[in-house]
């Protein structure tokens, strides 16, 4: 099995910074695919930005320029640097990574999600 741990939410001013990291571990042989996923109140579910294992970004025209994605294959770790925060980018904010496990399928794994607020 594949957990998923998100860390780095928290509350912070509009025009702040945050370091979101998500940690993948258990019985994986490779990781294709590394995404931010985020739910505001209200909303629904979408994609901020993803990264494959080759290094290609993509990321939600709403947060281009302003987030960053990055990866670390040795640690089976994504990041996202989030600067110039605002309020709308205020949401729960979910890993997602595919994985493929010893003696498994290849699948997708959630983590349990971190919160961030952006409020003065």
């Known amino acids: 099995q594949v957990q998923v741990v998100e860390s780095g939410g928290g509350l912070v001013q509009p025009g702040g910074s945050l370091r979101l990291s998500c940690a993948a571990s258990g019985s994986i042989l490779s990781i294709r695919y590394m995404g931010w996923y985020r739910q505001g109140p209200g909303k629904q579910r979408e994609l901020v930005a993803s990264?494959?294992?080759?290094?290609?970004?993509n990321y939600v025209d709403s947060v281009k320029g302003r987030f960053t994605i990055s990866r670390d294959n040795a640690k089976n770790t994504v990041y996202l640097q989030m600067n110039s925060l605002k309020p709308e980018d205020t949401a729960v904010y979910y890993c997602?990574?595919?994985?493929?496990?010893?003696?498994?399928?290849?699948?997708?794994?959630w983590g349990q999600g971190t919160q961030v607020t952006v409020s003065s």
């Open positions: 997602n990574v595919e994985a493929r496990i010893w003696n498994g399928p290849t699948a997708t794994y």
């Open positions: 990264i494959i294992s080759g290094g290609s970004t």
